[in-house]
């Protein structure tokens, strides 16, 4: 699986953590959304959806 969040286009809404916590963290001081853990939505299926759902289209997802 490949993931990663442009940092150029990132607003940090905040909603890819919404939808899958256990992956993107908003670091709050940046307002960016940061990966923590690459593996962690494999089985659910939630890094798509935070793909779909990212609002600037800066989620980078290929299962
Ligand atoms: S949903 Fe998109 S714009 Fe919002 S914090 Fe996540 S990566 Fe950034």
């Known amino acids: 699986m490949k993931l990663s969040v ?9 909603r890819c953590e919404e939808i899958c916590p256990s992956v993107f963290h ?4 940046l307002a960016l959304s ?3 853990d690459n ?3 494999e089985y659910v ?3 798509e959806a935070a793909a779909e759902n990212c609002p600037v ?5 290929e299962p």
Do not use: M
């Open 34 to 36: 940061k990966i923590i």
């Open 45 to 47: 299926g939630c890094c």
């Open 57 to 61: 289209e800066a989620i980078y997802y």
């Open 39 to 41: 593996e962690g939505c």
């Open 6 to 14: 442009d940092s150029e286009k990132c607003i940090g809404c905040g």
């Open 26 to 29: 908003i670091d709050e001081e």
